[in-house]
């Protein structure tokens, strides 16, 4: 089972997205990109995945261009609200599916209430990714 998570700057919701589906079965063929790939994985995206002992500090944000000669069974777009435009995927995909999160890192206020964000984000994804795993992908394992 081969999975792209496609989002615009490939540092948070995509990575954290990725390395929790990875956690729920290392078996799955798992990468993330973006359109705008960032400089860097967001340092906070790193710290609240550590916090479930998952490690993505060696993870590196990439383009989406560096996937588009592959085969997806499964492209998942998590970009947020209605200011984002969802980045689109022209290769070879047999699902596409669109699971949405605000962006943490577009955040404003005290560093507690970014990192509140952060998590609130993090668990959302894990809610919505399990169900996506035990509902669709689990069935086809």
């Known amino acids: ?3 792209l998570i496609l989002c ?7 990575q954290m997205a990725e390395s929790l589906l990875k956690s729920f079965n290392p078996m799955l063929e798992v990468v993330s990109a973006g359109t705008e790939p960032s400089s860097e994985v967001h340092p906070i995206a790193i710290k609240v995945m550590q916090e479930m002992n998952i490690d993505i500090r060696d993870n590196i944000p990439k383009s ?5 000669n592959n085969d997806f069974d ?25 699971i949405g999160f605000d962006d943490p ?17 993090r668990d959302e994804i894990k809610r919505d990714f399990h169900k996506f795993y035990i509902n669709q992908l689990k069935p086809q394992l």
Do not use: L
């Open 1 to 3: 089972m081969k999975i």
């Open 8 to 14: 615009t700057g490939n540092s948070c919701r995509s």
């Open 64 to 68: 989406v261009m560096e996937f588009q």
């Open 74 to 98: 499964y492209v998942i777009t998590v970009c947020g609200g209605a200011k984002e435009s969802c980045p689109v995927f022209m290769g070879n995909v047999k699902n596409r599916i669109h």
């Open 105 to 121: 890192a577009e955040a404003m206020g005290s560093d507690e209430h970014i990192y509140g964000e952060f998590i609130r984000i």
